[in-house]
């Protein structure tokens, strides 16, 4: 008779990458505190995970944009390309507002006074 038992490694793969991200944070989050600076031993695996995500995504991404565009027609690449402009155009009329009243919230409550000239008294002369 056959085993059907899995390997570790087979049920490790088989397991769902989301529930291996959701375990990996939660044990972050427990043994920062508990460990303190100790936990700084642990910071190469970080290190190699980040580069690992960079490596894979910034590639995927730019293959993703190249396929995108290739295939695209003219009239399509025309829409985005205006979508795009509008967007950025748009930008700046949308940020001014939000710049705007964070000047003002920061100016509240300060009183514009203004310098005080110091006027000579002219005596009237006697008649």
């Not at 390309?81 to 920061?106: D, H, Q």
Request: proline share 7%; aromatic share 12%; net charge positive.
């Amino acid at each position: 008779m056959m085993s059907t038992k899995k390997s570790w490694w087979r049920r490790y793969l088989d397991f769902p990458l989301i529930w291996k991200l959701a375990i990996a944070l939660l044990a972050g989050l427990i043994v920062g505190p508990i460990w303190g600076e100790d936990a700084t031993v642990l910071e190469p695996f970080g290190e190699i995970f980040l580069r690992l995500v960079n490596m894979l995504i910034i590639p995927l991404i730019v293959a993703t944009l190249i396929v995108g565009i290739t295939s695209a027609t003219p009239q399509k690449l025309g829409r985005i390309g205006g979508k795009f402009l509008s967007t950025i155009c748009c930008r700046p009329a949308l940020l001014f507002p939000l710049v705007w009243g964070w000047f003002c919230s920061c100016i509240r409550g300060v009183a514009y006074r203004p310098r005080r000239t110091r006027l000579k008294r002219v005596r009237k002369p006697h008649s």
